[in-house]
């Protein structure tokens, strides 16, 4: 009966698992002659540092970063010409269960610095 | 008294807690990455001289446009200058003097102020500065302007060039002193 018993719960504990399917988030510089440094999808790391015209690498989220699905902002440091500003983007980013989502910013990407 | 000080002390802090409005959100929230002394200004002194050898004295030599290695760096006026204490002489429409007198220009940088509200806004901010490396550079007066003393306004074209230095980790560089002839 206890065999059966435990044997049940692992079965229900691996549906469980089974029916959770993580998401894959990546960000794109295509932002003109900048580059963006401690990207982050809300406070997941997403990259250090994009070029202009980089892709972060593919970054699965699972259930234990981020309840899925979600939604949050990037935040980025801007840095050219010696100088730095922290900015976060005006829209947030939906990321549900099993999507591929790519976010690129561009140069017509809403952005702030949350000080204003 | 009790009063008076409380309004005062009140007064104070809602004077510290005010935002400076006169930045824009990128000049206020940008930092330098290397911690480096930026650029900020150049020093110039110019003086007009007449035909005959005398100087114009003006309030100040408006509107002058100057490049650096022809690239558009600012149009400003110079500093006022209290014509009153000047030993000077009518001629027409223009007061002259024998003595030289210079007018200082303060020239920071104009760049564009644009709204900040798309990130290819602060990428064309941060990447609008001009830096002057240490070096060798070449300053224009390209043109100005003075007002005589019948109010008329005339423009001039000098191209005058100058040389200047940029030394290592300096905010303000002086240009040198450029002598500007006019008719």
Known sequence: ?116 | MKRLIYFLLIELFIVSCEKDDSLSSADRNVVSEDGSITFEELLILVNIKTTDSTYLIVESVDSVSIYINNYYWTKINSQTLDTSKVDKQLVDNKYITDNKTNYLIIANQDIEQPDYNTAGEFAQYLNAAYELKPGEYACLIESFQVTFNDNSIKTYYPFEYTTFKVEQNSRSAFVGEIEIKID
């Not at chain 1, 959770?20 to 510089?29: A, F, L, R, T």
Request: net charge negative; with cysteine; aromatic share 6%.
């Open chain 1, 1 to 116: 009966m206890k065999t059966i018993k435990l044997i049940l719960i692992v079965c229900i504990t691996g549906i469980l698992q089974s029916c959770y399917k993580p998401g894959d988030i990546q960000v794109q510089n295509n932002i003109t002659q900048v580059k963006i440094v401690d990207v982050k999808w809300g406070d997941i790391y997403i990259a250090t540092e994009l070029l202009p015209g980089e892709t972060s690498e593919k970054l699965t989220i699972d259930r234990y970063e981020e309840k899925l699905p979600s939604s949050h902002k990037i935040s980025f440091k801007m840095t050219a010409n010696n100088k730095s500003i922290y900015l976060e983007t005006e829209e947030e980013y939906l990321l549900g269960e099993d999507d591929d989502l790519l976010i690129v910013l561009t140069d017509d990407t809403g952005v702030k610095n949350p000080n204003e």
